[in-house]
């Protein structure tokens, strides 16, 4: 199967607020107020949140169906934390991301305890948010100045 490639475009509308551009929606980034923002949408730390419980939501679905049964409903609940130390410039003794994610993940089903462990394996090691999330993916960044300056 050919490889899939994602793209998205983003500018900043304010030091603590961006405008993404994904596809044909329009993505609002912003930080609460307490850290500078103006609170009219998600930070960056819980979109990556959004992310994990969409692709979980979506692998859940597909590997039931899979596995021939019903997934009537799924309630995704995550939560993560991290140390502002390093984000603010203050330490560089802790990383900056997530210490650890917690996922509870409750389906209404009527699968058996042995057949959710299956399907609970199937999702988490299919779900490319996961993935992401727990194993290294090499990230370039560059900077490119803007011509008009």
């Known amino acids: 199967m050919s490889d899939l490639k994602f793209k998205i475009r983003a500018h900043s509308a304010s030091a603590a607020k961006t405008i993404v551009k994904a596809r044909n929606f329009e993505i609002i980034v912003d930080e609460p107020e307490s850290l500078g923002g103006t609170d009219v949408a998600p930070n960056p730390v819980e979109y990556v ?3 994990f419980a969409g692709c979980l ?12 049964f019903e997934l009537r409903s799924l309630k995704i609940d995550l939560e993560g934390n991290l140390n502002p130390a390093k984000l603010f410039g203050k330490s560089e003794e802790e990383r900056a991301g997530y210490k650890e994610i917690v996922v509870k993940l409750t389906a209404d089903c009527d699968a058996d305890d042995e057949t959710l462990e299956k399907w609970l394996h199937g999702v988490e090691s299919r779900c490319p948010v996961s993935d992401n999330l ?3 993916t090499p990230v370039k960044v560059e900077v490119v100045k803007d011509a008009r300056v």
């Open 134 to 136: 727990q194993n290294l």
């Open 49 to 51: 949140l959004a992310a």
């Open 57 to 68: 939501n979506v692998m859940g679905h597909l590997v039931a169906g899979e596995m021939g």
